[in-house]
Nanobody, 128 residues
Framework: QVQLVESGGGLVQTGGSLRLSCAASGRTFSSYSMGWFRQAPGKEREFVAAIARNSAITYYADSVKGRFTISRDNAKNTLYLQMNSLMPEDTAVYYC?????????????????????WGRGTQVTVSS
């Protein structure tokens, strides 16, 4: 198993930036394919970004492409989400997620049902 704890959320003005972190503990972080999701009030949880064990392989939702960057530091057991040019519609609770991918260094996942482990989330609020 792996335990995930998000941090770095907060209140920011439109056009601002935040960097979210997700600290992992438990099993070897480098064995997992990782993702970020978000959930706004009254809406379903939606995919934001994913990264394979091979950190050169990433994938983004169209809504954040060019503004957000997902990365990982396996030595620090940490996943990151750099968010730039934030907009009010980015306001949500952001969650990191993990799925065991020891069999493949290139696989990534984009749906909630594909992930086995979740953090509790961190709130991001973008004011207009």
């Amino acid at each position: 198993q792996v335990q995930l704890v998000e941090s770095g959320g907060g209140l920011v003005q439109t056009g601002g930036s935040l960097r979210l972190s997700c600290a992992a503990s438990g099993r070897t972080f480098s064995s997992y394919s990782m993702g970020w999701f978000r959930q706004a009030p009254g809406k379903e949880r939606e995919f934001v970004a994913a990264i394979a064990r091979n950190s050169a392989i990433t994938y983004y939702a169209d809504s954040v492409k060019g503004r957000f960057t997902i990365s990982r530091d396996n030595a620090k057991n940490t996943l990151y989400l750099q968010m730039n040019s934030l907009m009010p519609e980015d306001t949500a609770v952001y969650y990191c997620a993990a799925r065991d991918a020891h069999y493949s260094g290139t696989v990534y996942y984009t749906t909630t049902s594909q992930y086995s482990y979740w953090g509790r989330g961190t709130q991001v609020t973008v004011s207009s």
